[in-house]
């Protein structure tokens, strides 16, 4: 039985969703999707233009991919969903990840704004995945929102420091009743399987795999990672132990 991951009512088998921010060259962007076998790919809006095909982001995303259009550069509610809306008139389809960032410094989400977008996005037939801060009364109130997932943060966008806010997502995991997307600052593969090993259902990665010596190289890496953390988590762990505990018999030697 294949293990997919079910969100807006579209079955996904990869669990690895990427973005395509911070690339050298656009031009490295189907090797990298192709080498990471992501079908959910996330943009900002802003990145879209329809009058140059070379600048145009969406020319370098395969066909059988999902756009996952962002709101980012959004700092309130309001100005979300209209950006979702524009990337849902351009085409873009109907999934939007909400970002709603007023910080400058740390790059947070507002997570007050982000449930007000959710609601009214919901409500227009979105299928919204909003970034948020971990807080389980937040994670609660967009799932009554209508948010297909949540996604929170492993630490500050960008910084590659990984899953520095494990705890605080660990607790969304056990006790949201939709799908837990970690997204930003998981920097190494390891990380990534981090991620899927405490049941998270997919994490997002752009900054690790966007900066890398080799994005192509890097980009199956972390999909590897992926798999062999979402392999752990269903094998389910043995227990941890305080004292050693010999794995063979201790009895037996020299004819005893």
Known sequence: MMD???IG???????LFIGTGKFPNKKIIPDVIKSSGSK????????????SKEENIIEYIPKDCILLPNTSGARNAEEAVRIARLARAMGCGNWVKIEVISDNKYLLPDNYETIKATEILAKEGFVVLPYMSPDLMA???????G????MPLGAPIGTNRGLQTKELIRIMIDEIDLPTIVDAGIGKPSHAAE?????????LVNTAIATA????????????????GRLAYLGKFGPERKYAEASSPLTGFLNE
């Open 4 to 6: 997919k991951l079910k």
């Open 9 to 15: 009512g579209v079955e996904l088998q990869n669990r």
């Open 40 to 51: 959910v790919i996330t943009m900002a809006l802003r990145r879209v233009d329809l009058n």
């Open 139 to 145: 994670a609660k109130s967009l799932v009554d929102a």
């Open 147 to 150: 948010a297909a997932a949540v």
């Open 195 to 203: 991620a899927m090993e405490m049941g998270a259902a997919a994490v």
């Open 213 to 228: 010596g080799d994005p192509v190289k890097m980009a199956q890496a972390f999909s590897l990672g992926v798999k062999a």
